[in-house]
Each structure stands twice: as structure tokens, then as C-alpha cells.
């Protein structure tokens, strides 16, 4: 039995074209996940591996459908040969059948790895770039410097709970722990 597996990494994108190809390549069945590739469990690859059998074919449109990990390929395609089960990749021409085919997957598994690897690297750069320059990433502060001294003058009153302190301020009990804690390290 063919059994095609498809990916997009966001719910913005449309799996029609691998269908599509998956389809016309004879898959029986297809099974789809929305999420990273770099994820190395995803739902419907899980439920596919559970229901392979002994002389399948899984089927992919391109290999880093499948995953952009060599480690994690290389563990699927050791899974599929203990299983007796056969991989193709339609773009890339692979069939596990034959050991051209096992040669060039692995040149191919090695090149989306490295991709991978590039882009993290090319990430970091990016951000250690903008912190160099000045700019903070990541969610700005819930509090300003009075508003955390007015939620440790509450704190310290000892006549409201810290649920009631994040109720007033409009934040949550952990931003008031964490602001409390600010004003700690604050004082000498």
C-alpha cells in the first residue's frame, strides 16, 4: 500500500500541491500535519508509523516534509527498514528500493540538515546584530518603575493578597511576584 505524508509548517499554508502530487503517485492514503519540521513528533507522522505495514511504501512530495533532522530521518528511514517498509520522495527522486536511492537520500538528509543549520546560525547572527546596536527582543515590560513600587507599598501594607495586588494593577500574580523580586534586588 502507498501511504503519502504531507506537511506545511503553518495553518496559513495549503497542502493542496502535495495532495495533489501524492495523489497522482497512487497513495491510498495521506496523512497530513500542520507543524515545524524540526518537530520530531507530530501527530499524523505518528499515527502513520503506527499503521504501517510489512511491504508499504510511504511516500513524500519533497524529503524535508518529512523532516529536516538527519538524525530524525535517518531514525524514520532505520524504522521503515526494520518494518520492510520502502521510502520515496517524488522531488528528489528517491526509492529506498534500491541502494542508489539510499545513497542519495542520505546526501539529501545531510543537505536539509545543513540548511537548517544555516539558518539558525543566520538567526542568531541577526539577533546578536540588534542587540548590538541597541535593540531588545521580546515582550516589553508589563510594569514601569512606579507601578512596581506601588505594587511592593501594597505588598508590604500587608492588607491585600497577592491576587488582589494583580487584580488592582491589572497584571498577573506571577508579574507581581516578578515585581516584587525587581524591587528586592532594588533595595540596599
Known amino acids: 500500500m502507498k501511504i503519502g505524508?504531507?506537511?506545511?509548517?503553518?495553518?496559513?499554508?495549503?497542502?493542496?500541491?502535495?495532495?495533489?502530487?501524492?495523489?497522482?503517485a497512487g497513495c491510498e492514503r495521506i496523512f497530513t500535519d500542520v507543524a515545524?519540521?524540526?518537530?520530531?513528533?507530530r501527530p499524523q507522522l505518528d499515527r502513520m508509523l503506527d499503521q504501517l505495514r510489512a511491504?508499504?511504501?510511504?511516500?513524500?512530495?519533497?524529503?524535508?516534509?518529512?523532516g529536516r533532522?538527519?538524525?530524525?530521518?535517518?531514525?524514520?528511514?532505520?524504522?521503515?527498514?526494520?518494518?520492510?517498509?520502502?521510502?520515496?520522495?517524488?522531488?528528489?527522486?528517491?526509492?529506498t528500493s534500491t541502494p542508489g536511492g539510499v545513497l542519495v537520500?542520505?546526501?539529501?538528509?545531510?543537505?536539509?540538515?545543513?540548511?537548517?543549520?544555516?539558518?539558525?546560525?543566520?538567526?542568531?547572527?541577526?539577533l546578536k546584530a540588534a542587540r548590538a546596536r541597541g535593540r531588545k527582543g521580546?515582550?516589553?515590560?508589563?510594569?514601569?518603575?512606579?507601578?512596581k513600587d506601588e505594587i511592593r507599598r501594597l505588598y508590604d501594607s500587608r492588607t491585600l493578597t497577592v491576587e488582589r495586588i494583580a487584580d488592582l494593577m491589572g497584571v498577573s500574580?506571577?508579574?507581581?511576584?516578578?515585581?516584587?523580586?525587581?524591587?528586592?534586588?532594588e533595595e540596599p
Not at 16 to 22: F, I, S, W
Not at 113 to 126: M, N, S, V, Y
Not at 173 to 185: F, G, P
Open 173 to 185: 500574580r506571577s508579574t507581581v511576584y516578578r515585581a516584587l523580586e525587581a524591587t528586592n534586588k
Open 5 to 24: 505524508y504531507a506537511r506545511v509548517s503553518t495553518g496559513e499554508q495549503d497542502a493542496a500541491l502535495q495532495h495533489d502530487a501524492l495523489s497522482a
Open 105 to 126: 537520500f542520505n546526501v539529501f538528509a545531510a543537505m536539509a540538515q545543513f540548511e537548517r543549520d544555516l539558518i539558525r546560525e543566520r538567526t542568531k547572527a541577526g
Open 36 to 41: 515545524s519540521g524540526a518537530k520530531a513528533s
Open 55 to 66: 511491504g508499504d511504501i510511504v511516500v513524500v512530495w519533497r524529503l524535508d516534509r518529512l
Open 69 to 95: 533532522s538527519v538524525q530524525h530521518l535517518v531514525e524514520l528511514m532505520n524504522r521503515f527498514n526494520a518494518g520492510g517498509v520502502q521510502f520515496v520522495s517524488l522531488t528528489e527522486t528517491i526509492d
Open 138 to 147: 521580546g515582550r516589553p515590560p508589563a510594569l514601569k518603575g512606579p507601578e
